[in-house]
């Protein structure tokens, strides 16, 4: 079987804190790429921002009105080929619209666990009100029009959390892989697509498709390849 993963688009309501930052008919056009190259896709989390409301904890009332405003998109990722498992900022599917939190497929004799991967993020794991309360206020920040400022918190954020030497999502993914005895784990969150063998199991990171930006996963269980591709 050949499945695309993508993760991390971070669909908002529009406006200065919405992530995307794609044409949405530019990005139709390469979901349709995807539907033609691929028999699954896997949306692996935080596909929606729900989390950067005016107020916080309207969750649910954000991931409507994010669909609301990319609603061609919306329609097109409820298609068949598409598999959507949660992350930290789309928690709230879970409920709404009965995203897992994981998801596993065996194909042509190979196990794979889909995962975002936030669960292995201590602030996410440990601290979760810290952390979306963190989102929350790095929203406002580009409300008021200090989004410099956000871009620096942020910037140093990432380069904190996913060094290889200390990527926690990695080590967590790799003992869920050994746990749930799976050949190959792939998780997003950390938004840096990334590749990695540990003990005959193999670990794999989407990157994102916010800001701007496409990396996608292209794993091919029929013929044991798996690649990451930036752009298409």
Not at 82 to 106: I, K, S
Not at 124 to 145: D, I, K, M, N, T
Not at 169 to 176: D, G, I, S
Request: proline residues 3%.
């Amino acid at each position: 079987m050949r499945i695309a993963v993508i993760s991390d688009l971070h669909l908002g309501r529009g406006g200065s804190t919405d992530a995307f930052e794609h044409d949405d008919h530019e990005f139709l056009r390469f979901l349709r790429f995807l539907e033609a190259n691929f028999e699954r896709i896997v949306l692996l989390g935080d596909i929606w921002e729900t989390l950067t409301a005016k107020a916080p904890g309207a969750q649910a009332a954000e991931l409507r009105a994010a669909q609301d405003f990319h609603r061609e998109i919306h329609r097109r990722l409820q298609r068949r080929p598409y598999r959507y498992v949660h992350g930290n900022h789309d928690l709230v599917a879970n409920r709404a619209m009965g995203a897992p939190e994981e998801y596993t497929l065996e194909s042509d004799g190979v196990r794979i666990l889909f995962s975002h991967g936030h669960q292995g993020d201590p602030l996410c794991s440990q601290a979760r009100p810290l952390s979306e309360f963190g989102v929350w206020f790095g929203a406002w920040l580009r409300r008021v029009g200090l989004g410099s400022v956000y871009r620096a918190l942020a910037t140093w954020e990432g380069h904190r959390s996913v060094r290889p030497d200390a990527c926690s999502v990695r080590r967590w993914a790799l003992t869920q892989a050994r746990l749930s005895a799976v050949d190959i784990v792939v998780t997003g969150h950390t938004h840096v697509a990334a590749k990695a063998e540990s003990e005959s199991r193999l670990f794999l990171n989407s990157g994102t498709c916010s800001n701007g930006k496409i990396s996608f996963l292209d794993l091919d269980s029929r013929l044991g390849v798996y690649e990451i591709h930036h752009g298409y």
